[in-house]
């Protein structure tokens, strides 16, 4: 089988491409998959019309063009979203999803799996993996976390392991909140361990993954 993956951002390719091999095993055999990063989630557009061009590499803007055109192309047969939640209602967001794919007639091959709030949730829910790329994290924000809860998640990673926490990072401002998601991705995504991981949400992603080649 081949798996299309889209993700929203880069970071969240990275940590994808580390991830996978755990999942569905060696690359080709017998299971292909190509991940696709965007510049973000944006939103669906009204009407279903992508807005702007193709060049523009917004998720939402351009998943009615995307799920069209692989619904008509042979060969794609699984096509996997992943994105944030953020502060959405994740059954509500999942339900309009769902129904964007069935008018895309996408519906059959279209799977949708929310981090929940942010990807930085599932390095939260393997917490070896994030004390060996980070062993002077702070332990007492660490404690804090409330798996999978609406808190401000990559705010309270980057206070428990980066100098200065999230206030550092947001008077830097851009690109360097981009940079350390990247950094995040490289150091402990390739520590992580699929089975350990207590974030709910990751576990659904893997989940939707051993399902379709299943």
């Known amino acids: 089988m081949h798996i299309e993956i889209l993700s929203e951002d880069s970071s969240g390719k990275k940590l994808l491409e580390a991830l996978m091999p755990q999942l569905l095993g060696v690359q080709g055999e017998p299971h292909t998959w190509r991940i696709n990063a965007y510049k973000g989630i944006g939103r669906v557009p009204a009407g279903l019309t992508a807005k702007g061009d193709a060049a523009n590499r917004i998720l939402l803007d351009q998943l009615p063009r995307l799920l069209r055109g692989y619904a008509m192309t042979p060969g794609y047969e699984a096509i996997v979203v992943v994105m944030d939640a953020d502060d959405q209602i994740p059954k509500v967001m999942l339900d309009k999803l769902n129904a964007l794919a069935l008018k895309c007639n996408a519906a059959e091959i279209t799977r949708f799996c929310l981090a929940i709030e942010e990807t930085e949730s599932?390095?939260?829910?393997?917490?070896?993996?994030?004390?060996?790329?980070?062993?002077?994290?702070?332990?007492?924000?660490?404690?804090?976390?409330?798996?999978?809860?609406?808190?401000?998640?990559?705010?309270?990673?980057?206070?428990?392991?980066?100098p200065g926490g999230a206030a550092a990072v947001k008077k830097e401002g851009w690109p360097l909140p981009g940079q350390i998601k990247h950094e995040w991705a490289e150091k402990m995504g390739p520590l992580m361990v699929v089975e350990r991981n207590v974030s709910p949400s990751f576990g659904n992603v893997c989940a939707q993954l051993r399902h379709l080649i299943s």
């Open 122 to 162: 599932w390095y939260l829910g393997d917490r070896e993996a994030l004390l060996k790329a980070y062993p002077r994290a702070k332990k007492d924000v660490l404690v804090r976390y409330v798996q999978d809860s609406i808190c401000g998640t990559w705010e309270l990673l980057a206070d428990a392991v980066y």
